[in-house]
């Protein structure tokens, strides 16, 4: 198993993706970024792999929910993290169905760092340990 997690953000802010991306390198993370929801899918068709996917709900294009549910299609032991603007954003009941918690939910501006990492670090092992399940059965 390997122990660094491996993570994707999904956000259009250049500065904000780049913020998280330093941070969590600090914290030992491999950490790519994506500016839109089609370029993570394209990522995912291509087979890069990722742990955790930070989403931003708000992008051009395809929507954050929406990039959510086709990337859980596409890598359904993906776990996920959303980061919003939107003060009034709720995780709908579809979301909540593939797993997606109120303690998955950060609101920006992130002033505690400390708790996406912690979250991003859980979320990692959880992803981890489905995918050595799903290769014993």
Do not use: Y
């Given at each position: ?84 603007g939107s003060t009034d954003f709720m995780i709908s009941d579809d ?40 290769g014993r059965d």
């Amino acid at each position: 198993m390997d122990l660094n997690p491996r993570v994707l953000i999904v956000d259009d802010e250049p500065w904000i993706a780049r913020g998280l991306q330093t941070f969590l390198e600090d914290e030992g993370m491999r950490v790519k970024i994506s500016a839109s929801a089609e370029e993570a899918m394209i990522r995912a068709r291509d087979g890069e792999s990722f742990d955790v996917c930070i989403m931003d709900m708000r992008l051009p294009g395809m929507n954050g929910d929406q990039a959510i549910r086709v990337l859980h299609e596409l890598q359904p032991a993906l776990q996920f993290l959303i980061h919003t603007g939107s003060t009034d954003f709720m995780i709908s009941d579809d979301l909540r169905a593939i797993g997606v918690g109120d303690g998955q939910l950060f609101r920006k501006p992130l002033l505690d760092m400390s708790r996406l990492s912690s979250t991003v670090a859980s979320l990692s092992r959880l992803r981890q340990g489905e995918s050595e399940d799903r290769g014993r059965d």
